[in-house]
């Protein structure tokens, strides 16, 4: 089982008051890029792997999927998302993502955001969705950009005063886990390199149509941190299609 640290009560606090947990795809750095990238859903038959709060099965649905089956791992996520959803479209498993099986050829579209840097066996994983998905379907995901996650502290060094000076990256070649402090807990997570992302694509059947490092919009460079975002990449996001 993957480690589930969203069901500890102080971190899923914590979380729960962070701006993009509050006002949801608006207030994401990297939606707007996100949101030109995706497809056509209406009719589609579409997974949402690492739902949380369920924004993004939300507006799969709104947009006309004919179904949405959004899989989390966290039960209190999913609580916070059956509350948000009124639509009889999308449903929700309290599931592993690394372990939930579909039967082959059952979904249209595959998204997921900012999940798979939790996953330990990504390659595991894409061959899943390979599986899970239809020929020619689409798999569009985001995940912390491996700059981000290569040294562990996804956080910036800093002078005496408090003044940014750069962001440590190291070990970049050195896949595996990495142990983080986010939001007052140590959280684990797994740094892969770009190329082993795009592998674990090219590999197990899918070509690679887009791949963007997204940046905030200008609408959002008020919020406090949103400007640092420019000093280094924090996420990717790739688009794919299934080529079996």
């Known amino acids: 089982m993957s480690e589930n640290i969203y069901d500890n009560p102080d971190f899923f606090e914590s979380y729960s008051q962070m701006e993009r947990s509050k006002k949801g795809l608006e207030a994401a750095g990297e939606w707007q890029t996100l949101k030109e990238m995706l497809p056509d859903f209406k009719g589609k038959h579409v997974l949402d792997l690492g739902c949380g709060y369920g924004w993004h099965s939300i507006y799969a649905a709104e947009e006309g ?6 899989v989390d791992i966290s039960e209190k996520m999913l609580q916070v998302a059956r509350a948000k959803t009124n639509l ?3 449903q929700y498993l309290h599931e592993d993502i690394e372990k939930v099986r579909f039967e082959a050829n059952s979904f249209d579209i595959v ?7 939790y996953v330990e066996k990504f390659d595991e994983l894409v061959k899943n969705i390979h599986r899970f998905l239809k020929p020619n379907g689409a798999f569009v995901f985001s995940v912390e950009h491996p700059v981000f996650t290569a040294e562990g502290s996804q956080d910036f060094s800093y002078d005496e005063a408090g003044n940014i000076t750069s962001f440590p990256v190291d070990h970049y070649f050195e896949d595996g886990k990495r142990i983080v402090h986010f939001l007052g807990q140590d959280v684990t997570k797994y740094h892969r390199t770009l190329t082993q992302y795009f592998e674990s694509l090219r590999q197990n059947g899918f070509t690679v149509d887009q791949m963007k490092e997204p940046t905030p919009p200008e609408k959002l460079l008020a ?4 400007k640092d975002e420019f000093r280094r990449p924090m996420m ?7 080529i079996k």
Do not use: D
């Open 223 to 226: 919020v406090p941190g949103m």
């Open 65 to 70: 999927a004919s179904s949405v089956t959004g």
């Open 111 to 117: 998204i997921s955001s900012l999940a798979f840097h």
């Open 88 to 90: 009889e479209a999308v």
């Open 236 to 242: 990717l996001i790739f688009v794919a299609t299934n």
